[in-house]
């Protein structure tokens, strides 16, 4: 197959050879980076999840995920995982927000032949898959306790739903997102939809939703491993079947967010502890150095063993009141979101809140990032991307998540500069610019009695 | 990139007896050391004590405070992790070698030199935190699980038996003597892999580790016998009720070959076959996609010193629990009573070598795995002969393993709500 293409030499942090990007006239884009080893990964990042649904397909991007795995015209269902199993592949996929990927990672075996058939199979899987009515299953009312038809993938993911739900995490995640995103938002809704959606949606709603997304535009397959390019390149285009369907667009806005409405809330189960979840709205993923700054101040705030909430909630105290606490950033197209978290054992949430506010309120105020805490952070941060760097997943994730949620590669390559940019001025006045406790949003989950 | 099929591994003792193993990995930007200390739950007194003794060590030293050790960690970006299995206790860090220096001094630091000052809060952090772990359904059925099939005995040292026992373990002096005890520097084995000259490794070691500490007390060793004499008589069954649970967390298992078994290599391939593979493997297709019971199902096989346990976890919709325990045993029995195919057999074992590939790319994931291996009793020629001893295992040796140990009384675990318990 020969079209158009352009090429662009890429340097990849941390590695000896320069990787290629190839942005092909179809909107396909191959992301090839040699990496010496005994290891490679292949993944396909596609533009959409759960940011492309409304109330009435919610969890359709996931429930694809799963059908995707069900074998296309050439491969039955279940040996593409027999097959890649069977060579020590670890195969698997994901559905966030902004994104669904699929991925192996396998050993290059006896002369790298087993790259070949992984190739060809991952590419059919992408392009061919036939999401077979029988292995969906019969649509049936997942509440009905007198169903007694068959189950299959449909049950699969209602199971999954169960299992969700009952992690605590969860339901403190799922009640935030209520919370901080208007109706309408697609960022309100949990990714894995509901068990009444995925009990009666058709196949052909889960067939055109394929059809609509899965496109070369949407496409970003990332080649990580020992191999020669120009062969590479050949092989790749050969695997990938693009039937020429005209794609959707991925939103690239969502509606406003506008501030107001409520902002605590309590909900009650059947724990022997408390778990909160804090969200702020952050920057845009696009604003590097606003994203890379609420790196700095999690690590500072949340995430180092001398991290401010993690000494002065659980180690310092003569009787810790908190169990555990850390804080993070979730890039998302849409807007990040900074979020801290924890679990407490106090029979007054409000009470345990003041005191996670009160050390944000310092850092804003009385006691902003000083200058080794600074220093110590953009260290840790350099050598976390290193560790990226240490694996052939790990390169393919962060790539992968770069072109895919923030629809810029130079997040990834460009990331150690920014950092290396930025001082502590600079991420004091982004730290008061998005972490104002009057724009927190706090879930509390506490114990029913 | 030295892959560890090539595996060059320089033994060095440092003067104090302890074994320096080093693993030369060209290009690695991150030096990875594991120390490892044998015994581990096996030598707790009272249990627990060894999980407490892990929590203590970075929590302040003769010359260092909890939160300046904390400081100092993060400003050299050292990962450090300490953990306690059943076998062995242990410390894991990655570094930068420009680091190695002052990372190895402030190691050394908490391994000779940890005060236990923080000995009454660290108590109430735990309990808090095991609390806090125990609120996870599924947590809660691994928990009652492990604790009822080595119940009686030091392997059976979970969460909430630590729990239980946090009020026994009230003597500072006691979790001293522990820690004097267990942590001689002459038992370490050392393992370290990275880009870096094996001299200065040695040299480093000998210069921060070398010296042992006079005053430990001998150690009194495991009671292995009760350890290997341990079985489960009968069936048992264990319920925890949670009735706003979504799912039933089914644990069932059997006691199973430990490390130095012959039937060890067999039961591996077995529980790849049967739910440790992956997608492919027969509980996958069996109960996940041919009868869509559950999204979570598989089987895992942990060796240890002196025992061993298989067993097969499965979250399914409450309704679905006797569905889903006749399936187990359905699978048990066909592995049982009908021969593997020659194609199964082949793919479970390419399966298990592949993987160990995938999952020693790194230099932190080949030195926790070599010291891993030695600390259990292997060695080199053990970690080297291990795909041939895959490769050796037949379909015989399959169905031999699964009528050996699968037709044994059997624990059942099940966390749910209560009207299907």
Same mark, same amino acid.
């Given at each position: 197959?020969?079209m158009?293409?352009?090429?662009?030499?890429?340097?990849?942090?941390?590695?000896?050879?320069?990787?290629e990007?190839?942005?092909?006239?179809?909107?396909?884009?191959?992301?090839?980076?040699?990496?010496?080893?005994?290891?490679?990964?292949?993944s396909?990042?596609?533009?959409?999840?759960?940011?492309h649904?409304?109330?009435?397909?919610?969890?359709?991007?996931?429930?694809?995920?799963?059908l995707?795995?069900?074998?296309?015209? *050439?491969?039955?269902?279940?040996?593409?995982?027999?097959l890649?199993?069977? $060579?020590?592949?670890?195969?698997n996929?994901?559905?966030?927000?902004?994104?669904?990927?699929?991925?192996?990672?396998?050993?290059?075996?006896?002369?790298?032949?087993?790259?070949?058939?992984?190739l060809?199979?991952?590419?059919d $899987? $992408?392009?061919?898959?036939?999401?077979?009515?029988?292995?969906?299953?019969?649509?049936?009312?997942?509440?009905?306790p007198?169903?007694?038809?068959?189950?299959?993938?449909?049950?699969?993911?209602?199971?999954?739903?169960?299992m969700r739900?009952?992690?605590p995490?969860?339901?403190?995640?799922?009640?935030?997102?209520?919370? $901080?995103?208007?109706?309408?938002?697609?960022y309100?809704?949990?990714?894995?939809?509901? *068990?009444?959606?995925?009990?009666?949606?058709?196949?052909?709603t889960?067939?055109?939703?394929?059809?609509k997304?899965?496109?070369p535009?949407?496409?970003?397959t990332?080649?990580?491993?020992?191999?020669?390019?120009?062969?590479l390149?050949?092989?790749?285009?050969?695997a990938?079947k693009?039937?020429?369907?005209?794609?959707?667009?991925?939103?690239?806005?969502?509606?406003?967010i506008?501030?107001?409405?409520?902002?605590?809330e309590?909900?009650?189960?059947?724990?022997?502890?408390?778990?909160?979840?804090?969200?702020?709205h952050?920057?845009?993923?696009?604003?590097?150095?606003?994203?890379?700054?609420?790196?700095?101040?999690?690590?500072?705030?949340?995430e180092g063993?001398?991290?401010r909430?993690?000494?002065?909630?659980?180690?310092?105290?003569a009787?810790?009141?908190?169990?555990?606490?850390?804080?993070?950033?979730?890039?998302?197209?849409?807007?990040?979101?900074?979020?801290?978290?924890?679990?407490?054992?106090?029979?007054?949430?409000?009470?345990?809140?003041?005191?996670?506010?009160?050390?944000?309120?310092?850092?804003?105020?009385?006691?902003?990032?000083?200058?080794?805490?600074?220093?110590?952070a953009?260290?840790?941060?350099?050598?976390?991307?290193?560790?990226?760097?240490?694996?052939?997943?790990?390169?393919?994730?962060?790539?992968?998540e770069s072109?895919?949620?923030?629809?810029?590669?130079?997040?990834?390559?460009?990331?150690?500069?920014?950092?290396?940019?930025?001082?502590?001025?600079?991420?004091?006045?982004?730290?008061?610019?998005?972490?104002?406790?009057?724009?927190?949003?706090?879930?509390v989950?506490?114990p029913?009695? | 990139?030295i892959?560890?099929?090539?595996?060059?591994?320089?033994?060095? &003792?440092?003067?104090?007896?302890?074994?320096?193993?080093?693993?030369?990995i060209?290009?690695?930007?991150?030096?990875a050391?594991?120390?490892?200390?044998?015994?581990?739950?096996t030598?707790?007194?009272?249990?627990?004590?060894?999980?407490?003794?892990d929590?203590?060590?970075?929590?302040?030293?003769k010359?260092?405070?909890?939160e300046?050790?904390?400081?100092?960690?993060?400003?050299?970006?050292?990962?450090?992790?300490?953990?306690?299995?059943?076998?062995?206790?242990m410390i894991?860090?990655?570094?930068?070698?420009?680091?190695l220096?002052?990372?190895?001094?402030?190691?050394?630091?908490?391994? #000779?030199?940890?005060?236990?000052?923080?000995f009454?809060?660290?108590k109430?952090?735990?309990?808090g935190?095991?609390?806090?772990?125990?609120?996870?359904?599924?947590?809660?059925?691994?928990?009652?699980?492990?604790?009822?099939?080595?119940?009686?005995?030091?392997y059976?040292?979970?969460?909430?038996?630590?729990?239980e026992?946090?009020?026994?373990?009230?003597?500072?002096?006691?979790?001293?003597?522990?820690?004097? &005890?267990?942590?001689?520097?002459?038992?370490?084995?050392?393992?370290?892999s990275?880009?870096?000259d094996?001299k200065?490794?040695?040299?480093?070691?000998?210069?921060?580790?070398g010296?042992t500490?006079?005053?430990?007390?001998?150690?009194?060793?495991?009671?292995?016998?009760?350890?290997?004499?341990? %079985?489960?008589?009968?069936d048992?069954?264990a319920?925890?009720?949670?009735?706003?649970?979504?799912q039933?967390?089914?644990?069932?298992?059997?006691?199973?070959?430990?490390?130095?078994?012959?039937?060890?290599y067999?039961?591996?391939?077995?529980?790849?076959?049967?739910?440790?593979?992956?997608?492919?493997?027969?509980?996958?297709?069996?109960?996940?996609?041919?009868?869509?019971?559950?999204?979570h199902?598989?089987?895992?096989?942990?060796?240890?010193?002196?025992?061993?346990?298989?067993?097969?976890y499965?979250?399914?919709?409450?309704?679905?629990?006797?569905?889903c325990?006749k399936?187990?045993?359905?699978?048990?029995?066909?592995v049982?009573?009908?021969? %593997?195919?020659?194609?199964?057999?082949?793919?479970?074992?390419?399966?298990?070598?592949?993987?160990?590939?995938?999952?020693?790319?790194?230099a932190?994931?080949?030195?926790?795995?070599?010291?891993?291996?030695? %600390?259990?009793?292997?060695d080199?020629?053990?970690?080297?002969?291990?795909?041939a001893?895959?490769?050796?295992?037949?379909?015989a040796?399959?169905?031999?393993?699964?009528?050996? #140990?699968?037709?044994?009384?059997?624990?059942?675990?099940?966390?749910?709500?209560s009207?299907?318990?």
């Amino acid at each position: 197959m020969t079209m158009k293409r352009e090429c662009e030499s890429i340097k990849i942090p941390y590695l000896r050879e320069s990787g290629e990007r190839i942005t092909y006239e179809n909107g396909f884009t191959l992301i090839f980076v040699p990496k010496q080893g005994d290891v490679f990964n292949i993944s396909t990042w596609v533009k959409t999840g759960s940011i492309h649904e409304d109330d009435q397909i919610n969890g359709i991007s996931h429930f694809l995920e799963h059908l995707m795995f069900k074998g296309t015209e *050439r491969f039955k269902p279940g040996e593409f995982d027999r097959l890649m199993e069977s $060579m020590g592949a670890v195969i698997n996929a994901a559905t966030w927000k902004d994104f669904t990927f699929y991925y192996v990672t396998g050993p290059q075996g006896q002369n790298g032949k087993n790259f070949d058939t992984v190739l060809d199979m991952h590419a059919d $899987m $992408m392009t061919c898959s036939i999401l077979p009515d029988e292995e969906i299953g019969p649509q049936y009312d997942p509440d009905d306790p007198g169903y007694t038809g068959e189950k299959r993938e449909r049950s699969v993911v209602i199971e999954e739903i169960g299992m969700r739900e009952d992690q605590p995490w969860t339901k403190v995640y799922n009640s935030l997102n209520r919370m $901080m995103y208007p109706e309408g938002h697609p960022y309100r809704r949990d990714v894995i939809g509901t *068990r009444q959606i995925i009990g009666h949606i058709p196949r052909e709603t889960i067939l055109d939703y394929y059809r609509k997304w899965y496109s070369p535009q949407n496409f970003t397959t990332v080649v990580v491993g020992d191999f020669k390019r120009e062969e590479l390149e050949t092989k790749v285009l050969e695997a990938f079947k693009f039937n020429g369907a005209q794609p959707a667009q991925p939103l690239t806005e969502g509606p406003t967010i506008t501030s107001g409405g409520k902002r605590y809330e309590e909900i009650k189960g059947q724990y022997q502890t408390s778990f909160f979840i804090t969200g702020f709205h952050g920057p845009s993923p696009r604003y590097f150095r606003e994203t890379i700054a609420l790196d700095i101040i999690s690590y500072i705030l949340g995430e180092g063993r001398s991290s401010r909430l993690v000494q002065e909630l659980t180690e310092k105290p003569a009787v810790p009141v908190f169990n555990f606490v850390g804080t993070g950033q979730s890039s998302f197209k849409l807007g990040n979101v900074f979020f801290i978290q924890g679990n407490f054992s106090l029979d007054d949430p409000k009470a345990a809140m003041k005191q996670v506010e009160a050390e944000v309120e310092k850092l804003l105020t009385t006691q902003p990032i000083t200058e080794d805490e600074f220093r110590r952070a953009v260290k840790k941060l350099k050598v976390a991307f290193a560790e990226t760097s240490e694996t052939a997943s790990g390169i393919a994730d962060a790539i992968g998540e770069s072109l895919t949620v923030i629809d810029d590669l130079n997040y990834y390559l460009k990331y150690l500069d920014v950092l290396a940019a930025l001082d502590v001025e600079t991420v004091n006045a982004v730290a008061r610019k998005y972490l104002s406790l009057d724009q927190a949003y706090t879930t509390v989950l506490v114990p029913e009695s | 990139m030295i892959t560890l099929k090539d595996i060059q591994l320089d033994k060095t &003792r440092l003067s104090n007896g302890s074994l320096l193993l080093f693993n030369r990995i060209e290009g690695a930007p991150r030096l990875a050391i594991y120390i490892f200390l044998p015994g581990g739950n096996t030598l707790d007194q009272t249990l627990g004590m060894s999980d407490l003794v892990d929590r203590l060590l970075m929590k302040g030293t003769k010359k260092r405070s909890q939160e300046q050790l904390s400081i100092e960690l993060d400003g050299l970006t050292l990962d450090v992790d300490v953990d306690t299995k059943r076998d062995f206790s242990m410390i894991g860090a990655t570094l930068l070698e420009e680091d190695l220096d002052a990372s190895l001094e402030i190691i050394s630091d908490f391994f #000779y030199e940890a005060t236990f000052v923080e000995f009454e809060r660290e108590k109430q952090k735990i309990a808090g935190e095991l609390a806090m772990e125990l609120d996870s359904p599924r947590a809660r059925s691994s928990d009652l699980f492990i604790r009822t099939v080595f119940s009686g005995t030091n392997y059976g040292t979970t969460s909430s038996v630590f729990l239980e026992h946090l009020n026994n373990l009230n003597s500072v002096d006691d979790a001293l003597a522990h820690y004097r &005890r267990v942590y001689q520097p002459s038992r370490m084995i050392i393992s370290v892999s990275g880009d870096i000259d094996p001299k200065r490794v040695a040299d480093r070691f000998e210069h921060y580790f070398g010296r042992t500490t006079g005053e430990a007390a001998p150690l009194d060793p495991p009671d292995a016998a009760l350890l290997r004499q341990h %079985v489960i008589s009968k069936d048992q069954y264990a319920t925890f009720a949670r009735d706003d649970s979504n799912q039933a967390h089914i644990y069932k298992g059997w006691l199973a070959p430990k490390v130095e078994d012959e039937d060890f290599y067999p039961m591996a391939v077995l529980n790849t076959l049967l739910g440790g593979g992956g997608l492919s493997s027969r509980l996958f297709i069996e109960l996940r996609d041919k009868q869509g019971l559950a999204y979570h199902v598989r089987s895992s096989f942990d060796a240890y010193k002196h025992n061993g346990l298989f067993y097969i976890y499965i979250g399914t919709e409450p309704k679905n629990k006797e569905k889903c325990l006749k399936g187990f045993i359905h699978e048990c029995q066909k592995v049982m009573n009908i021969p %593997v195919s020659e194609k199964e057999l082949a793919e479970t074992k390419q399966n298990i070598l592949g993987r160990r590939t995938v999952f020693l790319e790194t230099a932190s994931q080949q030195a926790s795995y070599i010291g891993s291996n030695f %600390v259990m009793g292997r060695d080199l020629q053990d970690i080297l002969e291990m795909p041939a001893r895959i490769n050796a295992v037949t379909s015989a040796d399959l169905q031999r393993v699964a009528q050996k #140990y699968l037709s044994q009384p059997a624990v059942i675990s099940v966390v749910g709500p209560s009207a299907i318990l």
